[in-house]
């Protein structure tokens, strides 16, 4: 199982950024995927967690990117895209993806208080660099 996170970049506040996440080894169907971000100096956190066959429904969004940040898949790429609009200068980060089977979307996205540790990982991918900044 591999992922790999890739479409970082520099972008400029107010502006759009979509991030993908490519899978080889397995398929999204049973999968949980979750999109996490290190600020500097800052825990590792979860923003987006989605699990395809529960639906739209199910998907945990973080307070911080909720209304701005969507998750979509495209299943002949065994990819799935992270959109981020309307960014902000603490918007910048590493982000990585990441996924775990059978995992609930709040379970992949919930780590233990203080540490930065998402013990509902499975798998972890590379991160990509996104810097917000005018």
């Known amino acids: 199982v591999q992922l790999q996170a890739s479409g970082g970049g520099l972008v400029q506040p107010e502006g759009s950024l979509r991030l993908s996440c490519t899978a080889s080894?397995?398929?999204?169907?049973?999968?949980?995927i979750g999109w996490f971000r290190q600020a500097p100096g800052k825990e590792r956190e979860g923003i987006l967690c989605?699990?395809?066959?529960?639906?739209?429904?199910?998907?945990y969004y973080a307070d911080s990117v909720e209304g701005r940040f969507t998750v979509s898949r495209d299943n002949a790429k065994n990819t799935m895209h992270l959109q981020m609009n309307n960014l902000k200068l603490e918007d910048t980060a590493v982000y990585y993806c990441?996924?775990?089977?059978?995992?609930?979307?709040?379970?992949?996205?919930?780590?233990?208080?203080?540490?930065?540790?998402?013990?509902?990982?499975?798998?972890w991918g590379k991160g990509t660099l996104v810097t917000v900044s005018s």
């Open positions: 080894g397995f398929t999204w169907d049973d999968y949980t």
């Open positions: 989605y699990n395809s066959a529960v639906g739209a429904g199910s998907t």
């Open positions: 990441a996924t775990a089977f059978m995992e609930s979307p709040v379970g992949l996205c919930t780590g233990v208080a203080g540490t930065g540790d998402y013990p509902g990982v499975n798998y």
